[in-house]
């Protein structure tokens, strides 16, 4: 039985990678800003609740996810996987008219973060004697540039970068490091602001028939992506839900899809 820390995993992908876990025999650890699990997340751990804990965790700052690492060592003896899943975006807008605090938030959550939990978690599993690290990819992973998302893009190229290098210092050790790519989902992401209104995007009719051809729902991906973790012993793998073959498949097929995500 492997024991798992999921940053950012109260709702959407994170939430569901946690389930897949949990009904895959693993005791986990879910995190996120809330004192509290919300609801509707212990409504959907309904059935493992005997083996999840939940630890408020703000990953901007180093000792909380010391803090994360340390309790869930405490509580289930070790941690053989750590997900950098915690993310955050800003409004559709141009970079020159996002505001300070959004510029701020969206990197310090999706870069600094990572950087610290990946730091935290290394040391950790290293001297334990095993583990592997991953996080989670995003738009602009692969260089591709958006207009009104290039921040971030950003944090997810740089995020590119640091797992790949990060890979590179631990060959040769018992831990290793992998991404994450889950493709397009439904989730918050999409639908809402930062600050939780209704997304301009959802919106735009270009983007909602991409949208419909590419995306798919978050536990679709989590039920994809548990397993290959799971099976995984390669250092500096990429496990990856929208391949580019995927991506052309569902292109030539989009007018048979039947369901409409958004």
């Not at 800003?33 to 965790?57: D, F, H, M, S």
């Not at 995020?159 to 439904?186: D, N, W």
């Not at 989730?187 to 209704?198: A, L, M, S, Y």
């Not at 839900?241 to 052309?248: C, D, E, P, S, V």
Request: hydrophobic letters at 40%; charged letters at 20%.
């Amino acid at each position: 039985m492997k024991h798992v820390v999921i940053t950012g995993s109260t709702r959407g992908v994170g939430l569901f990678m946690a389930k897949e876990f949990l009904a895959a025999g693993c005791s986990v650890t879910l995190s996120g800003r809330g004192k509290e699990l919300p609801e509707a997340a212990r409504n959907e751990l309904k059935p493992y609740e005997q083996n999840y804990i939940y630890i408020p965790c703000d990953v901007q700052q180093k000792a909380s996810l010391q803090n994360l690492w340390d309790t869930s060592c405490k509580r289930w003896g070790s941690v053989d996987v750590w997900i950098n899943n915690a993310g955050q975006n800003v409004p559709h807008e141009n970079v020159w008219e996002t505001g300070e605090a959004y510029t701020e938030n969206v990197i310090h959550t999706n870069l600094t973060g990572m950087i610290f939990g990946s730091q935290i978690a290394a040391e950790g599993m290293l001297k334990q004697g095993s583990g592997a690290i991953y996080s989670m990819e995003g738009l602009g992973s692969d260089g591709m540039i958006q207009r009104k998302t290039i921040l971030y893009g950003t944090t997810k190229r740089a995020l590119r970068y640091f797992m790949q290098a990060l890979a590179k210092e631990l060959e040769g050790t018992c831990v290793i490091a992998g991404r994450l790519s889950p493709g397009m989902m439904l989730t918050d992401f999409i639908t809402k602001t930062p600050d939780g209104e209704r997304s301009e995007v959802i919106a735009d009719a270009k983007f909602v028939k991409l949208f419909n051809a590419l995306a798919d729902r978050p536990e679709t991906v989590a039920r994809f992506l548990v397993p290959r973790m799971l099976s995984n012993t390669k250092n500096n793998v990429l496990i990856a839900w929208l391949t580019n073959r995927k991506a052309a498949w569902r292109f030539a097929t989009a007018g048979m899809r039947k369901e409409k995500l958004i």
